[in-house]
């Protein structure tokens, strides 16, 4: 207990030194008795941290057994320790002792056994979900793997819901979500590498990829990236991946977050890097693109025709979430000429008695509508929905009522909600919402110039961002005509033979020619 005492009293230490090797000199000694009060000191005598002393086979030799009950599967440690070790074993009556090794061979039937003589496996363990198992006379023991995994049950996508193809999400499980992608792909090339984060909370999260088809460049840019992060409790994966990335501050993501297995799946076939985080239903995909980021999964399950007029009509749906209040305000208040007379009669006979001008009223109606989405999004899923369509239509036709808004200025306005949502990846989404306001400022004040100007400033920054060492708008300006077959419009399957060289796989070869036309007799 000395030793203890002294250890928590050092001021000295900082607190990363702490964190990481306060417990790493602290072994386990032969008396249960005091690996377990060391436990509880280390553990600050939690409520949770759960212990049973009992003797070994009908033996007199006292054993204990430490877990969070929180966190352990308390059947598995009934069946699988507890009761092989008290009643269904009988060697140390007829050997009277034994090492570590024999007990754990013998006597437990638990799926994942170690020996461990450190506090610090053994904390991390614990805190974990494992059962610590010390015996009299050992200066060993040994961590048991009996964590429980209780957790919603597998359901459908949320934010990325699709009208046909697989409807399963992933889930705060770790091990599901690893197991959501293997029965997918069945490949024994496919690498899960764990690793843990965090100085404190020290979260699991594996890396994943297809040896032999991703760059080990960027595998090992990847994994470099992560083990210099330093954070102090769990971060999110799209958080801990967002401070890792090229461009941190950036407004559009460079990181693809999805709670879809099957677009795991169809990034790690094309030799991209997935990274999944225990606690969080979600996976990251890195690199990405912002091509990449307007696919859905309902674009592989249609005729390559009708799908790359999907994805164009989404391009259309971008432009259109961004610009159009502050094409409108450039077209009406600095080049009316532009627009046929009898429009600029109407528009003009809509706007009177209208208090505001034309760009005062597109920012009333972009502030309700974005009050309006969050709304939605806050309230509960049942009130959600029927609480945004109402509010819209009642606060809507309140203010053209009342003179506050024109009424063209509410169809516009609807009409930018309704494009907004045809963008399939939420942070894009999110980024394009937020360019409205500068390109309506831009428009106020150098009419339609000031919008191209704002465009081309725009492109110009999208070319110069980076995903990873990758460019952000491949494949659109890439130097490979075979990538554009799945960038904005999506080519056949049969044209699609290889994977995207802008990836620069390993094996490149995505549909062999032979079994192709095998295919096709």
Same mark, same amino acid.
């Given at each position: 207990?000395?030793?203890?005492?002294?250890?928590?009293?050092?001021?000295?230490?900082?607190? #990363?030194?702490?964190?990481?090797?306060?417990?790493?000199?602290? %072994?386990?000694?032969?008396?249960?008795?005091?690996?377990?009060?060391?436990?509880? #000191?280390? %553990?600050?005598?939690?409520?949770?941290?759960?212990?049973?002393?009992?003797?070994? @086979?009908? $033996?007199?030799?006292?054993?204990?057994?430490?877990?969070v009950s929180t966190l352990a599967n308390e059947d598995m440690i009934?069946?699988?320790?507890?009761?092989?070790? /008290?009643?269904?074993?009988? =060697?140390?009556?007829?050997?009277?002792?034994?090492?570590?090794?024999?007990?754990?061979?013998?006597?437990?039937?638990?799926?994942?056994?170690?020996?461990? #003589?450190?506090?610090?496996?053994?904390?991390?363990?614990? %805190?974990?979900?494992?059962?610590?198992?010390?015996?009299?006379? +050992?200066?060993?023991?040994?961590?048991?793997?009996?964590?429980?995994?209780?957790?919603?049950?597998?359901? #459908?996508?949320?934010?990325?819901?699709?009208?046909?193809?697989?409807?399963?999400?992933?889930?705060?499980?770790?091990?599901?979500?690893?197991?959501?992608?293997?029965?997918?792909?069945?490949?024994?090339?496919?690498?899960?590498?764990?690793?843990?984060?965090?100085?404190?909370?020290?979260?699991? +999260?594996?890396?994943?990829?297809?040896?032999?088809?991703?760059?080990?460049?960027? =595998?090992?840019?990847?994994?470099?990236?992560?083990? =210099?992060?330093?954070?102090?409790?769990?971060?999110?994966?799209?958080?801990?991946?967002?401070?890792?990335?090229?461009?941190?501050?950036?407004?559009?993501?460079? /990181?693809?977050?999805?709670?879809?297995?099957?677009?795991?799946?169809?990034?790690?076939?094309?030799?991209?890097? @997935?990274?999944?985080?225990?606690?969080?239903?979600?996976?990251?995909?890195?690199?990405t693109t912002l091509p990449i980021l307007m696919h859905s999964s309902?674009?592989?399950?249609?005729?390559?025709?009708?799908?790359?007029?999907?994805?164009?009509?989404?391009?259309?749906?971008?432009?259109?979430?961004?610009?159009?209040? @502050?094409?409108?305000?450039?077209?009406?208040?600095?080049?009316?000429?532009?627009?046929?007379?009898?429009?600029?009669?109407?528009?003009?006979?809509?706007?009177?008695?209208?208090?505001?001008?034309? +760009?005062?009223?597109?920012?009333?109606?972009?502030?309700?509508?974005?009050?309006?989405?969050?709304?939605?999004?806050?309230?509960?899923?049942?009130?959600?929905?029927?609480?945004?369509?109402?509010?819209?239509?009642?606060?809507?036709?309140?203010?053209?009522?009342?003179? /506050?808004?024109?009424?063209?200025? =509410?169809?516009?306005?609807?009409?930018?909600?309704?494009?907004?949502?045809?963008?399939?990846?939420?942070?894009?989404?999110?980024?394009?919402?937020?360019?409205?306001?500068?390109? %309506?400022?831009?428009?106020?004040?150098?009419?339609?110039?000031?919008?191209?100007?704002?465009?081309?400033?725009?492109?110009?920054?999208?070319?110069?961002?980076?995903?990873?060492?990758?460019?952000?708008?491949?494949?659109?300006?890439?130097? +490979?005509?075979?990538?554009?077959?799945?960038?904005? /419009?999506?080519?056949?399957?049969? $044209?699609?033979?290889?994977?995207?060289?802008?990836?620069?796989?390993?094996?490149?070869?995505?549909?062999?020619?032979?079994?192709?036309?095998?295919?096709?007799?």
């Open positions: 207990m000395g030793i203890l005492k002294k250890l928590f009293k050092q001021k000295q230490k900082t607190p #990363e030194q702490f964190n990481s090797h306060a417990w790493s000199h602290l %072994m386990l000694s032969g008396d249960i008795r005091d690996n377990i009060s060391r436990l509880n #000191e280390i %553990m600050n005598h939690s409520s949770d941290l759960k212990s049973r002393e009992f003797n070994l @086979a009908g $033996s007199s030799r006292r054993a204990a057994i430490l877990f009934q069946e699988h320790i507890l009761k092989p070790l /008290i009643m269904e074993s009988a =060697v140390f009556n007829t050997r009277g002792s034994m090492d570590l090794n024999d007990i754990r061979n013998s006597m437990l039937s638990a799926d994942s056994i170690q020996i461990v #003589e450190s506090f610090d496996d053994i904390v991390l363990g614990v %805190m974990a979900g494992d059962t610590i198992l010390t015996i009299q006379g +050992y200066d060993k023991g040994i961590l048991i793997h009996t964590r429980g995994n209780q957790g919603r049950t597998v359901g #459908e996508p949320a934010t990325e819901p699709s009208v046909k193809g697989p409807q399963e999400a992933f889930v705060e499980i770790l091990k599901i979500n690893i197991g959501l992608i293997r029965r997918r792909l069945l490949d024994p090339n496919l690498c899960f590498e764990m690793h843990k984060m965090g100085r404190r909370a020290k979260a699991d +999260y594996v890396i994943a990829y297809m040896k032999g088809i991703a760059n080990k460049e960027l =595998v090992s840019e990847i994994k470099n990236r992560l083990s =210099v992060l330093d954070v102090d409790g769990q971060a999110t994966t799209a958080q801990m991946m967002r401070m890792i990335v090229d461009r941190p501050n950036s407004i559009f993501p460079l /990181i693809q977050v999805t709670e879809r297995p099957d677009k795991v799946v169809s990034a790690l076939s094309e030799g991209r890097v @997935a990274i999944l985080m225990n606690g969080n239903p979600e996976a990251v995909i890195a690199p309902d674009d592989y399950f249609e005729n390559w025709m009708i799908a790359s007029v999907i994805r164009l009509s989404r391009m259309v749906g971008v432009f259109v979430t961004a610009l159009f209040p @502050a094409l409108y305000i450039a077209v009406t208040a600095f080049h009316p000429d532009m627009l046929p007379i009898n429009l600029v009669l109407s528009i003009t006979s809509s706007r009177m008695g209208v208090p505001f001008p034309a +760009y005062v009223e597109a920012l009333l109606m972009v502030f309700t509508l974005e009050l309006l989405q969050e709304a939605g999004i806050r309230l509960p899923r049942v009130v959600g929905q029927t609480v945004s369509i109402v509010g819209g239509l009642v606060i809507g036709q309140a203010a053209v009522s009342a003179g /506050i808004v024109s009424p063209l200025m =509410v169809i516009i306005t609807s009409i930018t909600a309704v494009a907004s949502f045809t963008v399939p990846d939420y942070s894009l989404g999110l980024a394009l919402r937020f360019l409205r306001v500068p390109f %309506m400022i831009l428009a106020v004040t150098l009419g339609s110039f000031g919008v191209a100007m704002g465009m081309l400033a725009g492109l110009t920054y999208l070319a110069s961002l980076k995903s990873f060492g990758l460019s952000y708008l491949e494949p659109i300006g890439t130097r +490979y005509p075979s990538d554009w077959k799945d960038g904005m /419009i999506r080519g056949s399957l049969w $044209s699609m033979k290889k994977r995207p060289k802008e990836l620069n796989p390993e094996d490149p070869i995505r549909l062999s020619k032979r079994k192709r036309e095998k295919n096709r007799e």
